[in-house]
Structures are given as structure tokens and as C-alpha cells.
């Protein structure tokens, strides 16, 4: 699997974006797919998953009730629409596929295929 991510950008606190991550593959909607974010300086942390079908999603407690995690297999491609951003948003978004649910779901050894990144700069 391939993973290619888009949408990142400049913009203001209380903006919004929509990243999007294309899938190569024909086995895509059988993963999980993830979103991590890694700001400068720091370790890559934990933003949403949905699980292979779609029906189940876990959210970062830091993004909840301003993230949503979707995914479009007919397209291969999963979403992060992000919405109410706030400065600390500011990272390079990666994308990433795999096979484990639950726990794992949350952590970066979790996926097997990561996109390049996108980043995301929210000014104050």
C-alpha cells in the first residue's frame, strides 16, 4: 500500500482544513487507517483512526469534538477534517495504514505504510 497525503496549509486559528490521504492498492479497504501529527521537536503522536470499515473510529483526547476521521473505499482515500484549529494543530500530518485495532490502533508501531506527511501551520 501507498499512501499519499494532501490538503495541508496556512491558516488562522478557528480554521479549517480537510486532509485527505490517497491509498494505491487494491487491498486498501481492508486496513485500518491512522492519523498521526509530529511537531518540531517533538515525538509523532496519536490523532485519529477508523477502522476498516468505517464503522469505528478512535480520536486523539487533544483533537475530539474538532476532528473527524472518515474513510471512502470506493476512492481508496481517507479524511481529516479539522476544524476550530488552534496554533498547537501546527505539525506535519502523516497518514498511515494497518492491521491492528484496539490499543494498537493509537500508536505509530500499530501501522505497517506511511504517507510522506502534509504539513499544517495555524497562526495565532
Known amino acids: 500500500v501507498q499512501l499519499q497525503a494532501s490538503g495541508g496549509g496556512l491558516v488562522q486559528a478557528g480554521g479549517s482544513l480537510r486532509l485527505s490521504c490517497a491509498a494505491s492498492?487494491?487491498?486498501?479497504?481492508?486496513?485500518?487507517m491512522g492519523w498521526f501529527r509530529q511537531a518540531p521537536g517533538k515525538e509523532r503522536e496519536f490523532v485519529a483512526a477508523?477502522?476498516?470499515?468505517?464503522?469505528?473510529?478512535f480520536v486523539a483526547d487533544s483533537v475530539k469534538g474538532r476532528f473527524t476521521i472518515s474513510k471512502d473505499n470506493a476512492k481508496n482515500t481517507v479524511f481529516l477534517q479539522m476544524n476550530s484549529l488552534k496554533p498547537e494543530d501546527t505539525a506535519v500530518y502523516y497518514c498511515a495504514a494497518g492491521r491492528q485495532w484496539g490499543a494498537q490502533a493509537m500508536v505509530v508501531t500499530g501501522y505497517d505504510y506511511w504517507g510522506q506527511g502534509t504539513l499544517v501551520t495555524v497562526s495565532s
Open positions: 477508523i477502522s476498516w470499515r468505517g464503522g469505528t473510529t
Open positions: 492498492g487494491r487491498t486498501f479497504s481492508s486496513y485500518n
